[in-house]
Structure formats: C-alpha cells, structure tokens
C-alpha cells in the first residue's frame, strides 16, 4: 500500500508553462501538507506548507482536499530553475515522521 | 541563514564495518531526525531524536542502527555492521518544534554511504 502517492512524470514542459502536480494520500489521520523540491542528487528543500484553505506563494499554488485526501500543486509561468524533482509530503497527528511520495520530475525546456 | 550540515559528504566502507554519519543540527533546534535515500527510491524516516532520546523509529531502524548526541551541537547515527543494501544518501535534518502545523524540518547536504 502506498502511502503517498504521485505521478512519477517526467513531466518536460516549456519556459511560461504552467503545471500541475496532484498527490494522494492513504492516511486519514495525516495532519500536515508540504511539498517539497529535490535537485538531483541533493536534499529536500521545503518549498511550502499546504493549508485547507490553498495557500500561494508567487508562482506556485497548493491545495488540499482533505475529504479526497488529495494536494495538489500548481506552478505558473514555469522557468528553467524550476527543473527538478517535487516531493509531497505529509505527517501524520502525534507523529515525528514525514512520509514522502517518490516524487515528480519536472524538465521545463528552453 | 542557519543550515544543517553534514559530514562526511561521502563515505565508502567495506561490508561489516562500522560507520558513523555526523551532523550538525540548527543550533536552536530541539528535534533531530535522519532519513534514507536509497538511488532512485523514495526518502524514508528512519529515527527522530528529542531531549536525549528515541522519540519514534521507524521498522528500518533496527539493531543494527543507533544515534548519539554526544555533545551540545552534533547529532550522530551509527551503523554497527554494514550490509550492502544500506548503500543510500543518509540526510539529517532537525526541526524547532516536532509535531502540529510548524513542524517544519529542514535537511542537510547528505552523507551518500557505498558499502562495497
């Protein structure tokens, strides 16, 4: 079973795109939403909590829909620095651990 | 701007040797974990670390596995006989508070481990 779920992509889309990541999650009880991007060969690096009411930072939009137990990210404009693999994230009530999805690659071409 | 860092960036050793990852947590974080990443794989919890002790490990974390703060600043995990399937990129990261909305954790460069 797993337990987050993502569309593994690759995703290759041009400058000025815009793309949408959608994850899903099996535990009911989860309690915190993020997605986070990872560089080839790097760390995970937050790039923003996901709250039931949406939530915008720049280019990029999150949603959750806790009833579907689905999150979703939108990201606008799409520029080069934007390659990478993006992580959907989530923790669970009265628990230290994120569980992490396996990712979606994005390849925004020139 | 404060990070977690890591040390070494990258370790080889023979299988059945003894290892220890070192890390440096965020100087006013109170909750340490470390994480795997074996090639191509997901991330996965492996062990978070509160006022001295195992706050939550995961099935991964066995006998095998254990984690030290040995001192005021670094947070080690140690890898007592090593098995060729614990080649991974081990991350550490550390966080201010350790469960609710804020519990935000933020990740080191890793210590990518070849067992050979």
Known sequence: RKEVEQDPGPFNVPEGATVAFNCTYSNSASQSFFWYRQDCRKEPKLLMSVYSSGNEDGRFTAQLNRASQYISLLIRDSKLSDSATYLCVVSGAGSYQLTFGKGTKLSVIP | ?116
């Open chain 2, 1 to 116: 701007e404060p990070e977690v860092t890591q040390t070494p960036s990258h370790q080889v050793t023979q299988m059945g040797q003894e290892v220890i990852l070192r890390c440096v947590p965020i100087s006013n974080h109170l909750y340490f974990y470390w994480y795997r990443q074996i090639l191509g794989q997901k991330v996965e919890f492996l062990v978070s670390f509160y006022n001295n002790e195992i706050s939550e490990k995961s099935e991964i974390f066995d006998d095998q596995f254990s984690v030290e703060r040995p001192d005021g600043s670094n947070f080690t995990l140690k890898i007592r006989s090593t098995k060729l399937e614990d080649s991974a990129m081990y991350f550490c990261a550390s966080s201010e508070v350790g469960k609710g909305h804020t519990d935000t954790q933020y990740f080191g460069p890793g210590t990518r481990l070849t067992v050979l």
